[in-house]
């Protein structure tokens, strides 16, 4: 946690981009794995399965890597739910 409050009192706008994704993006999965109605029921089950799966890892492991290091598997997962969840959203809207 010290690490994290240093890195973000260095560049705050680095930590924002990493930790914006994650967070949207763990929404998201969360909503698309337990929340299973309109437009979560649409989401593909797996990809929120597969980064629910990725969490025991960063709790019992504990990375110990530098900031953006230890976030990119998890990231890149996030990003790819995030974009789905708009193609679904822009389909159905449009």
Do not use: C, N, Q, W
Not at 3 to 23: G, M, N, Q, W, Y
Not at 44 to 68: E, M, N, T
């Amino acid at each position: 946690m010290k690490d994290l409050r240093e890195k973000f009192a260095e560049s705050p706008l680095d930590v924002l981009l990493i930790s914006t994704p994650l967070l949207i993006g763990f929404m998201l999965v969360l909503a698309s794995v337990f929340l299973r109605v309109g437009i979560f029921k649409k989401l593909d089950l797996r990809l929120g399965l597969l980064a629910l799966s990725l969490l025991p890892a960063y709790i019992v492991v504990r990375p110990a890597a530098y900031f953006p290091r230890f976030s990119l598997p998890l990231l890149s997962l996030d990003l790819i739910v995030i974009s789905y969840f708009f193609i679904i959203f822009g389909h159905k809207v449009g």
